[in-house]
């Protein structure tokens, strides 16, 4: 019994060899990976990649987009055709340096695929999927950490701290 459920096992790894990337999907699309979490540590585009499949017996047309932060993500193909069946990867390009974050370092949106069918219908309805992205901003040139500035309100803290212990001891004599 243990046997087989070791083999079994071994087959799905050869057969899928990344088990723990898990795609994201609606009624009409397939997309992976599901999520994103990504650290950027230069100015140099990030590029990565997204499949999407159309597991439908109709032809879709696929669009795909960026919530928020458009100057920031962009695609090599933000609409395109599949066939039933067929499946496409996608390149997501983040450019860092349409950034604008002064108050914080990390942003988050979700890139956004729709699924329409081809073929012209009474009703016709698009699917969707969002797939969650999370960009962490480090060691950019301008978005340094201040060191200085933490350092010195250190020191403040401490000089506070060594002034009241001070007056605290004057009053026990």
């Not at 990649?49 to 696929?62: E, G, K, R, S, W």
């Not at 012209?120 to 060691?139: D, H, Y």
Request: hydrophobic share 45%.
């Amino acid at each position: 019994m243990y046997k087989v459920t070791i083999i079994a096992a071994i087959i799905r790894l050869m057969l899928n060899p990344c088990p723990f990337i898990l795609p994201a999907s609606a009624a009409g699309i397939e997309a992976s990976p599901a999520k994103f979490e990504l650290s950027i540590n230069s100015e140099k585009p990030l590029t990565e990649q997204i499949t999407i499949a159309n597991p439908t017996a109709d032809v879709q047309v696929f669009e795909i987009y960026a919530d928020d932060f458009p100057d920031i993500f962009k695609f090599n193909l933000a609409s395109f055709t599949l066939e039933s069946g067929a499946r496409k990867t996608v390149q997501m390009t983040i450019i860092p340096q349409g950034a604008k974050l002064s108050d914080s370092q990390t942003m988050a949106t979700t890139i956004s695929i729709l699924g329409t069918p081809l073929a012209e219908t009474r009703f016709q309805a698009s699917t969707g999927v969002k797939i969650p992205i999370r960009v962490t901003l480090a060691n950019l040139p301008g978005k340094k950490t201040p060191y200085l500035q933490i350092g010195l309100v250190l020191l403040a803290f401490v000089m506070v701290a060594l002034v009241s212990a001070r007056r605290g001891l004057r009053g026990l004599q």
